[in-house]
C-alpha cells in the first residue's frame, strides 16, 4: 500500500527566512496532495493541495511543488512569521481510495523571533 | 458556525471500562472519519464512514467500533479501553460531492488509559 515519508521531523527557522519540508510517496497512481497545519491543541486544518496533473501550485506565501518522477513534493513558506509555528502534515490519496488520505508523521515547524 | 465537535475534550479511564467518544458536524457532511494520532505516527486512520449506515475499517480498526445512524454523528466506541489506546483522537468530516478531499477536523479528544 501506500507510504508517505515527510523530513525533518523538526525544522526551526528565524522569522523572515523560508522554511521547506519534504514528503515522498510510493503508490505511483497517488493524484492528489494536501497540506494540513495543525496548530497547538486543534485539529488539522487544510492550507493547499495539489492534484498530479499540476507542477506547483501558489497561494500567498505558501507554495507546492510536485514531482511526479520522483514522487515528491514540498511546501514552500516564505518570509516565516511567528503564527506560522505549527505542526505540518503532508498527504497523499489515490482517485480510487474511497477518499482516504495517507499522512505523512509529520513536522514541527518552530519560528525562532 | 461550521464545526466539528467532539466530545469530551479529556478522558482518564481505566482498563477495561467501555467509553464512547462523541463526534456531530453540523455542515451536512457525507463522509466521517476517525482518526489517532501517536507521536512519530502521523494520523492514522481507525475507521471511517461514507453516509449513513456505511461504515468501512481504516488502517488501525482492532478495538474499536462505530456507527452511523445519523448523518451528523458518527460516535467511536471502545468497548473495554486497553492502555495502548491511549492516545489523541481527531473526528473528520467532508463532502465528496463538494470537496472530496478537504476534510475539517474536530478539536481532538485526548484519553489516556490506565
Known amino acids: 500500500g501506500e507510504n508517505v515519508e515527510q523530513h525533518p521531523s523538526t525544522l526551526s527557522v528565524q522569522e523572515g527566512d523560508s522554511a521547506v519540508i519534504k514528503c515522498t510517496y510510493s503508490?505511483?497512481?497517488?493524484?492528489?496532495f494536501p497540506w494540513y497545519k495543525q496548530e497547538l491543541g486543534k485539529g488539522p486544518q487544510l492550507i493547499i493541495d495539489i492534484r498530479s496533473n499540476v507542477g506547483e501550485k501558489k497561494d500567498q506565501r505558501i507554495a507546492v511543488t510536485l514531482n511526479k518522477t520522483a514522487k515528491h513534493f514540498s511546501l514552500h513558506i516564505t518570509e516565516t512569521q511567528p503564527e506560522d509555528s505549527a505542526v505540518y502534515f503532508c498527504?497523499?490519496?489515490?482517485?480510487?481510495?474511497?477518499?482516504?488520505?495517507?499522512w505523512g508523521a509529520g513536522t514541527k515547524l518552530i519560528i525562532k523571533p | 458556525e461550521a464545526q466539528v465537535t467532539q466530545n469530551p475534550r479529556y478522558l482518564i479511564t481505566v482498563t477495561g471500562k467501555k467509553l464512547t467518544v462523541t463526534c456531530s458536524q453540523n455542515m451536512n457532511h457525507e463522509y466521517m472519519s476517525w482518526y489517532r494520532q501517536d507521536p512519530g505516527l502521523g494520523l492514522r486512520q481507525i475507521y471511517y464512514s461514507m453516509n449513513v449506515e456505511v461504515t468501512d475499517k481504516g488502517d488501525v480498526p482492532e478495538g474499536y467500533k462505530v456507527s452511523r445512524k445519523e448523518k451528523r454523528n458518527f460516535p467511536l466506541i471502545l468497548e473495554s479501553p486497553s492502555p495502548n489506546q491511549t492516545s489523541l483522537y481527531f473526528c473528520a468530516s467532508s463532502s465528496p460531492s463538494v470537496k472530496p478531499y478537504e476534510q475539517y477536523f474536530g478539536p481532538g479528544t485526548r484519553l489516556t488509559v490506565t
Open positions: 498527504a497523499a490519496s489515490r482517485w480510487d481510495s474511497n477518499y482516504q488520505l495517507i
Open positions: 503508490d505511483s497512481a497517488s493524484n492528489y
